[in-house]
């Protein structure tokens, strides 16, 4: 049997093809735009007419060179000579229907669960459909959605075969990237491709819908192509604090504006903060701006100290937008095991949109890793901290697919690849109330700050990329420094004299007092 390309895997749907145009058009002109493989499901359809459909469908199929596959009805199959069928888990069993297809036959198999994907690749399955990621109008769900980080888990059932995987459920050329990005398993195992319906069939121009859904799962695999290459390089600490030098007096310059969903609690001196670093503060929560404020910031912070229910929403939406306007996000789990609220909520956040940097103590990152190798209590870490946390970083960086910060004595800070660790810092940072709040504030002001001026599109720049890294150590830096030269300050007593100090610092801190003090060390 040939290699079957799954990249983009449409599923038909008659009754959604708009008013003009017909079902043929719009299937040849999505072929035209880059369709790899057509599923015929007709649910109402009598045989003879589910016949014809896909009779019809074949010749047009056949032109493109793009594999037919029929919904459900082996005899359909049979009848028109399709490549193969999808079976669901209520229908005919695998060996039963390889003994009626001819020899080489496509057969694949709806998955909601991790074991349906085992038996379905024990049975002699070619490919599972792997859902629902989202909530679809096209079909009744009968399974629970399992969201894109869902989809990952039951991945894993299929690493060390040869079985592929394609998503499915209302995914839209709008949650693409972040379907693909949050769709691995934490060995790296990825989806072979994604079915959609309404995004092509009801489309009045199909081919270009094709066409966008093809350009991003093409980008895709070009990351997942340079990441494999990656894997090795190496970084030095001088060229590092040559790039963060570059970077403290880039923001100076540029003063980006930085979006903050952040803590109420220390809302304030984080807009100093910010502020003080060179940047410019927007503290909104109102889900109806969302979308404008993502088109005008550089980058975004979302805090979940003190989200409440009401608030989720402008949440959701703020990071839903700066990924469409790809722009840095920043996301603090703050006290994410205090509550399965707050678990809920970061899964949710999560399912829907890409974190560039992923920040938090040891408590915060092993709640939100699922380990219990460190503890924590309300916001705070309980205990010593990880026993490898150069192993730990860089493993949930891999799996996350972002830079992740781990707060700490030492902060250890990772793109997947590199470990950077800084040993700077000022223990009085853990006497003033939200220090890993206004530590999030900095980060996202330097990230939003490494990627102004540039253009971003799906070809030429990851999410996860050299810059976000640099801004997350940057501003990692420049804060653990200034505490060192705050707590030395005259005026400085105690944690309330210190605050202002420390914003006083970040004020007048330049690239050569950050490259000179500079602690740290490259894994």
């Known amino acids: 049997m040939v290699d079957i390309d799954y990249s983009v895997y449409l599923v038909t749907g008659r009754e959604l093809v708009p008013p003009g145009k017909t079902y043929a058009d719009s299937l040849e002109e999505a072929l035209q735009g880059g369709v790899t493989v057509v599923q015929v499901r007709e649910k109402t359809a009598d045989t003879g007419e589910f016949i014809s459909i896909a009779a019809q469908t074949k010749t047009i199929c056949q032109k493109y060179y793009v594999p037919l596959i029929i919904n459900d009805r082996i005899d359909v199959a049979l009848a028109v000579g399709a490549d193969g069928v999808h079976l669901g888990q209520e229908d005919m069993p695998i060996a039963q229907a390889r003994q009626l297809l001819p020899s080489g036959a496509i057969i694949g198999v709806s998955c909601n669960t991790r074991e349906q994907v085992e038996e379905a690749v024990k049975a002699g399955a070619d490919y599972v459909g792997i859902g629902a990621v989202y909530g679809t109008q096209t079909k009744s769900l009968t399974s629970p959605i399992i969201g894109v980080r869902g989809v990952g888990v039951r991945l894993e059932g299929l690493e ?28 790296g195992r990825a989806l072979d491709g994604v079915a959609v319906v309404s995004e092509i069939v009801a489309s009045n121009e199909p081919k270009a819908a094709a066409e966008k859904l093809s350009k991003v799962f093409k980008a895709f695999q070009w990351e997942q192509l340079r990441a494999a290459q990656v894997q090795s390089t190496t970084i030095s600490a001088h060229d590092v604090l040559g790039d963060v030098a570059n970077l403290v007096h880039k923001i100076r310059n540029v003063g980006p504006l930085v979006h903050q ?3 109420h609690v220390v809302a304030t001196q984080s807009a100093n903060v910010t502020l003080a670093v060179g940047a410019s503060p927007i503290m909104a929560t109102e889900p109806a701006e969302m979308e404008d404020l993502a088109k005008i910031c550089g980058g975004l912070l979302v805090n979940i100290g003190t989200m409440v229910a009401s608030g989720v929403e402008g949440a959701r939406l703020a990071g839903y937008y700066a990924n469409k306007y790809r722009k840095p996000i920043v996301f603090d789990p703050v006290g994410i095991g205090a509550s399965n609220f707050r678990k809920e909520n970061v899964k949710g956040l999560l399912d829907l949109w890409q974190a560039s940097v992923i920040k938090g103590n040891a408590g915060e990152l092993a709640a939100f890793a699922g380990t219990t190798e460190v503890l924590s209590k309300g916001v705070d870490s309980v205990g010593s901290g990880f026993k490898d946390p150069v192993s730990f970083v860089r493993g949930l960086a891999r799996k996350e697919r972002c830079v992740i910060v781990l707060t700490g004595a030492t902060d250890y800070i990772s793109n997947g690849t590199n470990v950077v660790a800084i040993s700077n810092g000022d223990p009085i940072l853990g006497k003033i109330t939200g220090s890993g709040c206004i530590l999030g504030s900095c980060i996202a002001s330097f990230c939003a700050a490494a990627l102004h001026g540039t253009e971003v599109d799906f070809e030429e720049s990851r999410l996860v990329d050299d810059a976000v890294f640099i801004g997350a150590i940057t501003g990692t830096l420049v804060l653990t420094v200034a505490s060192e030269f705050a707590v030395k300050k005259r005026q400085v007593g105690g944690p309330g004299t ?8 970040l004020w007048t801190l330049s690239a050569g007092d950050v490259r000179s003090h500079a602690r740290i060390q490259i894994y």
């Open 261 to 263: 969903i952040t803590n």
């Open 160 to 187: 060390g075969t040869g079985v592929k995987a394609v998503a499915i459920g209302g995914i839209k050329s709008e949650n693409l990237w972040r379907t693909l990005h949050g769709s691995v398993s934490r060995n």
């Open 498 to 505: 210190f605050l202002s100090g420390l914003i006083d610092t």
